[in-house]
């Protein structure tokens, strides 16, 4: 993936600190190698721990990562439904308006910051 495509905070704190960002790549290799989840069950997985956790960026890196692993809007849309009675009906709506920001562009996320 170019850096253009990923979120301009992204890029900005990998230009600051690449060695941090490194090491929190290869964490996230090594997750995803420890078990027999493939990529895109790992990234519905971990939408709906963004959409816990209210996190709008992370919601939509997911979601991108999740349609790039072959996911369809709907899968997308239902992991989230899924978790309404764990999370919350406004945990869950939140992140429901932010991966339709997501889908509107095509599969990219927003990009707010000019770096």
């Given at each position: 993936m170019s850096d253009r495509s990923l979120p301009?905070?992204?890029v900005r704190?990998?230009?600051?600190?690449?060695?941090?960002l490194a090491a929190?790549?290869?964490?996230?290799?090594?997750a995803r190698k420890a078990g027999p989840l493939d990529d895109k069950t790992l990234h519905l997985?971990?939408?709906t721990a963004s959409a816990a956790l209210r996190s709008e960026g992370a919601v939509h890196s997911h979601a991108r990562?999740?349609?790039?692993?072959?996911a369809t809007?709907?899968?997308?849309r239902h992991a989230l439904i899924g978790v309404t009675s764990t999370i919350g009906f406004p945990n869950?709506?939140?992140a429901?308006?932010?991966?339709?920001?997501?889908?509107?562009r095509g599969g990219r996320a927003p990009r707010r910051l000019k770096i």
């Amino acid at each position: 993936m170019s850096d253009r495509s990923l979120p301009g905070h992204y890029v900005r704190t990998k230009k600051l600190f690449p060695e941090y960002l490194a090491a929190l790549d290869a964490l996230g290799e090594a997750a995803r190698k420890a078990g027999p989840l493939d990529d895109k069950t790992l990234h519905l997985v971990q939408l709906t721990a963004s959409a816990a956790l209210r996190s709008e960026g992370a919601v939509h890196s997911h979601a991108r990562r999740a349609l790039e692993a072959g996911a369809t809007p709907q899968e997308i849309r239902h992991a989230l439904i899924g978790v309404t009675s764990t999370i919350g009906f406004p945990n869950v709506t939140a992140a429901l308006s932010w991966i339709e920001d997501v889908f509107r562009r095509g599969g990219r996320a927003p990009r707010r910051l000019k770096i």
